[in-house]
T-cell receptor
Framework: KAGVTQTPRYLIKTRGQQVTLSCSPI?????VSWYQQTPGQGLQFLFE???????NKGNFPGRFSGRQFSNSRSEMNVSTLELGDSALYLC???????????????FGPGTRLTVL | SQQGEEDPQALSIQEGENATMNCSYK?????LQWYRQNSGRGLVHLIL?????REKHSGRLRVTLDTSKKSSSLLITASRAADTASYFC???????????FGQGTTLQVKP
């Protein structure tokens, strides 16, 4: 199976702009999660989508949003970009089902966002 | 805020030596997982240990979990230069995609 893919891989934006990142999970995976990684804060959970519904949300401002489509592909959007939003944004999918016991994550390569 | 604390933050060893990394967490968990990350790339899942397990092996990896102390350790035996990477523990409190990551340990294996 193909792995998790993320587009674009690199992005440069200026403060105040908005950005949309895309993630295609492994075929058959219905859970998609997003994480932000920065040198200062490390890896932080943004949100998780399962069957098009947001199931978990991390402690991020409302400028960070996401959605999941019927084919499990997911997008995250950051509006009114700030310098501190510069980070590696990682998407992960998981073969979770309503009965599964394991929630190991399969990560994509990430999108490196730089805000100038 | 992150739940996990990892120790040491950095570790440098010679090829062939063993590497041990420790992780502590704060709240009750469903399972604990270890991931590897090479040079700011995506993370690779290494091993998952459930809260009712005490030890687990996978190839050269050995993970222990002590829920009474809220701690885990990852042992990499007979290390190789290719093991050079950052290693993260991640805890899960439910069977969802939400993981709480530790700060990570940067391992350098010198040839």
């Amino acid at each position: 199976k193909a792995g998790v893919t993320q587009t674009p891989r690199y992005l440069i934006k200026t403060r105040g702009q908005q950005v949309t990142l895309s993630c295609s999970p492994i075929s058959g995976h219905r859970s998609v999660s997003w994480y932000q990684q920065t040198p200062g804060q490390g890896l932080q959970f943004l949100f998780e989508y399962f069957s098009e519904t947001q199931r978990n949300k991390g402690n991020f401002p409302g400028r960070f949003s996401g959605r999941q489509f019927s084919n499990s592909r997911s997008e995250m959007n950051v509006s009114t970009l700030e310098l501190g939003d510069s980070a590696l944004y990682l998407c992960a999918s998981s073969p979770l089902t309503m009965r599964s016991l394991y929630n190991e994550q399969f990560f994509g390569p990430g999108t490196r966002l730089t805000v100038l | 805020s992150q739940q996990g604390e990892e120790d040491p933050q950095a570790l440098s060893i010679q090829e062939g030596e063993n590497a041990t990394m420790n992780c502590s967490y704060k709240t009750s968990i469903n399972n604990l997982q270890w991931y590897r990350q090479n040079s700011g790339r995506g993370l690779v899942h290494l091993i998952l240990i459930r809260s009712n397990e005490r030890e687990k092996h996978s190839g050269r990896l050995r993970v222990t979990l002590d829920t009474s102390k809220k701690s885990s350790s990852l042992l990499i035996t007979a290390s190789r230069a290719a093991d050079t990477a950052s290693y993260f523990c991640a805890t899960s409190s439910s069977n969802t995609g939400k993981l709480i990551f530790g700060q990570g340990t940067t391992l350098q294996v010198k040839p």
